[in-house]
């Protein structure tokens, strides 16, 4: 009797991080046979636009996991018409190995919403449950135990819990770093393969886009709690743009790409400030939160051909700077009052800001000086040097 592990996913696309999972279950569960199983048309979530065809993820899926004797790709999913569901897929399985033990592996997300599936009883009946977990998060771990044991006891469900290594990369934070011309945690040989495809953006002609376009692609790169925040930015600047005599196209392109890089987490970011050289001090390396102003004006320029001007206001838009330029003056404070924002005192800002534009900057560096010194917070040098700039220029002007 063979032990055979089912590794199932939408691998859109598959990465190291899949890769090593993979190896580490091998090793952890003796597996004899590991089955990866990419999903034509995954039940719960839509596949990103500019993915790849489901023949062509299986093609990355047999080359990234080329490395890994036991593992077999499998198109089992793909010639299934409709969605991929666990059950439909465990019971072709379960007929095509019938003396084999075999082990579904998973995340622990996916055993806390299991009882949530289609036909989880007969999965657990069909399959041993191997959830891949961290012991890093207690809180989690200790939901995670509570969740076995109350499926084991309901269901009678074998459920195997495998600490492992892990590298912290979604599918979606790679096809991020793919669109922005940065190394994406995959495999070499798919690597090449996606960017002479040119999928996920990665060959995409994306500079001097018209607004629109602009407007549609890159919104793509965000999450989607983000979108609305991005688009009032965009509105917001070119409104305040409008107002005070700057030009309406570039702040709204400004604000529109202003969080581009906001997405990725820190370990991205340095990879994005080591791909485009920037140079950062030990602060900003300590703090790499404080870094998608600095690569979002990289990437602006890189991979979407925007101005000057407009690079450097999303450069400032999240510490200003001494002597801001209009345009960069206008993004700084469209980030800060655009409609979704509600904080205690932005009414008061965006009655400021309109009124008076300097007297609107000094009044939002202030109080994000004050805020940060409340929380205990490391203030940067240029947030400090702005608020004190426009202190004594505020001072000057109420002189006058």
Request: net charge negative; charged share 25%; proline share 5%.
């Amino acid at each position: 009797m063979a032990r055979v592990g089912i590794y199932g996913g939408s691998y859109n696309p598959p990465h190291i991080g899949h890769c090593l999972a993979a190896a580490e279950m091998v090793r952890h569960l003796e597996l004899d046979r590991l089955i990866i199983m990419p999903a034509a048309t995954p039940p719960h979530k839509s596949l990103a636009a500019g993915s790849p065809t489901a023949e062509e993820r299986l093609e990355l899926c047999r080359l990234s996991f080329a490395s890994i004797p036991q593992a077999r790709v499998s198109d089992l999913e793909l010639r299934r018409q409709g969605p991929s569901y666990t059950v439909d897929t465990l019971r072709e399985l379960r007929e095509l190995y019938p003396e084999d033990e075999l082990f579904l592996i998973m995340g622990t997300d996916m055993l806390l919403s299991f009882d949530q599936w289609r036909c989880p009883e007969e999965i657990a009946a069909m399959a041993t449950l191997a959830v891949m977990h961290r012991e890093d998060d207690e809180a989690l771990w200790e939901q995670v135990r509570a969740k076995a044991e109350a499926l084991s006891k309901a269901m009678k469900a074998k459920i195997v819990l495998v600490q492992n290594r892990c590298v912290e990369i979604s599918s979606t934070t790679v096809r991020r770093l793919l669109a922005m011309g940065a190394p994406g945690y995959l495999e070499p040989s798919a690597e090449k393969l996606i960017r002479s495809k040119g999928w996920y953006l990665s060959g995409a002609d994306l500079k001097n886009l018209p607004f629109d376009e602009l407007k549609e692609r890159s919104l793509s790169l965000h999450d989607e709690k983000r979108r609305a925040h991005v688009v009032g930015c965009s509105e917001t600047a070119q409104a305040l743009a409008e107002h005070y005599g700057a030009d309406p196209d570039l702040a709204a392109r400004a604000g529109i790409l202003h969080d581009i890089t906001k997405a990725l987490g820190p370990t991205e970011q340095l990879h994005l400030c080591e791909k485009y050289g920037i140079v950062l001090t030990e602060l900003q390396r300590a703090n790499p939160k404080l870094l998608h102003a600095k690569t979002g004006a990289v990437i602006a320029r890189e991979i979407f051909g925007e101005s000057d001007e407009v690079c450097e206001a999303i450069r400032w838009h999240t510490t200003g700077k001494p002597q801001m330029t209009l345009l960069e003056k206008i993004i700084y404070l469209a980030d800060y009052i655009e409609p979704n924002r509600d904080f205690p005192g932005v009414e008061a800002l965006r009655q400021a800001v309109w009124e008076e534009l300097d007297k609107g900057l000094y009044q939002g560096l202030d109080l994000s000086v004050r805020i940060l010194r409340k929380q205990g917070r490391i203030i940067d040098p240029d947030s400090l040097q702005a608020w004190e700039y426009y202190k004594k220029y505020t001072e000057r002007s109420n002189q006058l």
